[in-house]
């Protein structure tokens, strides 16, 4: 199995930045696709960028033009650069990987245990 740590999540005035990192950690050498996710308090857990097929990224409506994410394959981590931070994007910031592809589907199999990011209005 993997096991998926997240860090870099913090809080951060409304317009700041933050860089999250997902590090894969694990005996398998399966490459993996990978994704992230936040759940907010009383919300449902929502996609918020994933790198699918030739590596191409597919992003939540609301993020585009703010969030970037991005892999180092070599290392077997994600991270999702997040600038112009905004109070709705307060959440618990989730790193998910699976063999399969589900673009931003919650379906994916393996989970981290999340990142706070907090944006006070």
């Known amino acids: 199995q993997v096991r998926l740590v997240e860090s870099g999540g913090g809080s951060v005035q409304a317009g700041g930045s933050l860089r999250l990192a997902c590090i894969a950690n694990?005996?398998?050498?399966?490459?993996?696709?990978m994704a992230w996710f936040r759940q907010d308090a009383g919300k449902e857990r929502e996609g918020v960028a994933a790198?699918?097929?030739?590596?191409?990224?597919t992003y939540l409506d609301s993020v585009k033009g703010r969030f970037t994410i991005s892999r180092d394959s070599a290392k077997n981590s994600v991270y999702l650069q997040m600038d112009n931070l905004k109070p709705e994007d307060t959440a618990t910031y989730y790193c998910?990987?699976?063999?399969?592809?589900?673009?931003?589907?919650?379906?994916?199999?393996?989970w981290g245990r999340g990142t706070q990011v907090t944006v006070p209005a």
């Open positions: 998910a990987a699976d063999e399969r592809f589900y673009g931003l589907l919650p379906a994916y199999d393996y």
């Open positions: 694990g005996y398998t050498s399966t490459t993996y696709y």
């Open positions: 790198l699918g097929p030739a590596g191409r990224p």
